[in-house]
């Protein structure tokens, strides 16, 4: 016999207080945790090809007003969107200019391990 | 990640590069950074040591990628990478040799050399960078250009059938054949290393964009569009499976303005070039031990 799971939770993150529903709740939902990454741009490399902000899944770079040396426009992070980034690194992966990188945000993890242990 | 990474507070893949030497001379847009950062993920994710890593190019826009490459690299002569990587690895059968090069590199002016290694099954890692014409030399038709694109020598359009890279891979004897789109980075990666840890003749072909040489006479606009124009064969992908495991490499040509089929097309397994050789020495010292013993017997009698 297969007893049906609950169906569609509504989730609500302690963080923001955003709510997401859920299909079903992953058994293991608790030790898992969407990392924060830093985006860090190395301007003077950047040619302004724009891959990183059309290929970015949160859509949370854009082009800016300000010029490298050569004159490129150089991305940059959204207002307000700087701990968006889920560390999917692409925006590195497809950048042909060794120019972008992510650089997670270790303080998230901590505490994550923390909650696991407890 | 090798230890070098953490000497470096820059780009992750920066031990690997000449970081001095950049930003480099590749057009703005241009795909080789994409191949060439994927190159050298692949080599950590396959964990070769540093002092196995060669690689070798040729001549081309993308023949200055040795010289970004913090590594063993040879910058050989027009199109002869190839017959340069036949030497080192016979000459060190320990090396992992891969070579990057261009589509009219490797398939105009090396086609032979590579239809060779590639008959000998030579323990070689070939990636080649198609973007369908000559970029460096200013954008002329070549090997790979497809039949009615525009390029500076083909104002009306191009009227000779381009090459079928993975069939013609497959048919040589290669024994893992697979094409990518710099828009697919991650199977691009895990592609390559795949291909690095294979014995034999591996061929990957990677779809580039050329915004300068190829993409202003077919009117292509910006870099992106290019990109944007992966994506919609990306989105396709689902419903359409253009993504083929196994698929026959003789319905792999690219049209023009349709559809690119990507995957892996080939993955056999064969003796390699360098295994049968050593295999023969021992014959041959048993020859030479009979030839010894039997002028020994002539000269007693």
Known sequence: ?118 | MSELDSVFDAHPVDAHLRADMLPHIWCPGCGIGIVLKAYIKALDKAEIPLEKRIMVSGIGCSGRACIYLNQDCYHSTHGRPIPFATGLKLANPDLNVSVISGDGDLFAIGGNHFIHAARRNMDLNVICINNFNYGMTGGQSGPTTPVDSKTITTPYGNIERPFNLPHLASSSGATYVARWTTLDVRRLRDSMAEALKKKGFTFIEVISPCPTGYGRPNRRGEPIDEMKQYQEIWDLREDNWIIQEGADPREADIRLNESIVVGVFADTDRPTFTDLYSQLDPVRKKKLKEIVREDERRVRE
């Open chain 1, 1 to 118: 016999m297969i007893i049906p799971v609950s169906i569609s939770i509504v989730m609500a993150l302690p963080e923001g207080g955003v709510e997401k529903k859920y299909w079903r709740k992953p058994l293991d939902f608790h030790k898992h945790k969407v990392p924060i990454g830093k985006v860090i741009i190395i301007a003077e490399r950047c040619k302004a090809c724009n891959y990183c902000i059309e290929f970015c899944p949160k859509d949370i770079l854009v082009e800016s007003e300000e010029r490298n040396k050569k004159g490129y426009k150089v991305p940059m992070v959204v207002e307000g969107k700087e701990k968006e980034c889920i560390v999917c690194r692409h925006c590195e992966d497809i950048c042909p200019e060794f120019g972008i990188y992510i650089e997670e945000i270790e303080e998230e993890i901590e505490e994550e391990e923390e909650d696991d242990e407890t």
